[in-house]
């Protein structure tokens, strides 16, 4: 059964459709009725043309807020009226006259040059001679060139209207059945925009017509309007911006010395401990004590390709600089961790603090290393810190974005059931909530560890030691041994990690 059928099939209805029809196209009720009659009576394609809509193109498209559609048939019109505009008022020959003149400058520099050789009775005459020529005879091929174009005009014109022409034929075709589908999906849900209003078509016609103007303006008109092409601003806007920000920086640097300080002598606790942990420790424990935590965690297989990561990364002398990458990337997974759980705990229950927190986590993780490095060199210097606070910024957010969503995933079915029995918050979240989602959370440090991980070559930019000295080295003197050797290393100690934090066991 058809939609046009199947939705007449209550009597009532069947009163209501002309109203509906009103209601929704508000103009010319009776021809949309006719048209959506015919295209739901038919079980293939119905070909109707709607003349309004042909016509007014993109603007018809807005007002009816079918932009999906609207905007590429945009596209398509702009480019047809720059070929247009092009061929009929736009100078083809524009950019070989252009090179004309380039070609002309450098001619009479080497006419001036085959002159004084000349004069001086030069050994080098006959060289002014053959490049003189070369030039004349650019410049003639230019010219022709510049007259192909010149004669091109009147074939890129009509390009440009039957384009024009295809793609009025094309919107008024589609035009109907877009608008049926559309009434369709009103009748089940009313929040569709439906009907005209003056704010949308006044929208729809300025935003068109402001940017085919442009557009044609530009593309068809170039260098012609400078306002066009260059955004209107001035140094002096830059300057004054850079200057309030570094005033800013001054006075936070000044202000909250003792906030950095402390935050840097905690980083560089944790850090030193671990550094002890890891290179301080005779290289056998560490070792086996990373194959035995990997064997316990992932099982035998992954321990033996644990030891012989190891073994690799000890014959060719990345040891100690692989433990202390670990030690620098465990400080900043680890205080990443400690702060990121609780704190997706704290935001999974709470809607409107997790909404004002994930605009700056987005920030984060999107803004570009290199440039939140710099207030970090601000506030904490350069060094193992700033590289601790540096890869934590970039690599921090996954574990609280995971937390959140496990947390959230959990049925609340289970969590009722726990409720009704008389659990209490604490006891709901250690023994239902955190059980459950476990996974999510696990997921959510190993992307940590591994984005951590991902920031070793940029922290050591600023002072972080390790294996990402050696890249950075081999990067600046193009050594392709050295830098292959500590990227594998890098690779392995990720692989590590992941085997015991995502182990099954």
Known sequence: MNRTTDYLSNDSEEENYPE????????????????????GASTGFSWTFNLSAALLGPIWYGMRSLWSWGLPFLLLEIFAFIQIARGAFGNMAAG???????IEGTLEFRRKQLAAAVEKQADNVAVFERA???????????????AAAAASAPRIVMAGFSMLLVVKLIEGILANPILERRYFNWLSNRQISSGLNSLRTSVSAGFVALVTTVSVLGFAFPNRFKSLSEFPTTDNVRLTAISWVEKLFNVMTEKGDWIFTIITRGIRWVLDSLELVFVGTPWIVVASFIILLTALSAGRRAAIFAAAFLAYMGF????????????????AAVLSILIGIPLGLFCARRPRLYSVIRPIMDFMQTMPAFVFMIPVIAFFGTGKPAAVVTTMIFGGTPVVRFTVLGLRGVPESIREAAIAYGASKWYLLKKVDLPLAAPSILAGINQTIMLSLAMVVVASLIGAKGLGEDVLEALQYASVGQGILAGFAILFCAMILDRVVQGKR
């Open 20 to 39: 509906l029809i009103r209601e929704f196209v508000t103009t010319n009720p009776q021809y949309y009725q006719s048209r959506f009659e015919k295209i």
């Open 132 to 146: 003189i020529a070369s030039l004349e005879t650019a410049i003639i091929d230019i010219q022709a060139e510049a």
């Open 96 to 102: 070989a006259m252009s090179r004309i003149t380039q």
């Open 316 to 331: 060719l002398g990345f040891w100690e600089k692989a433990m202390t990458t670990l030690a620098l990337l465990g400080t």
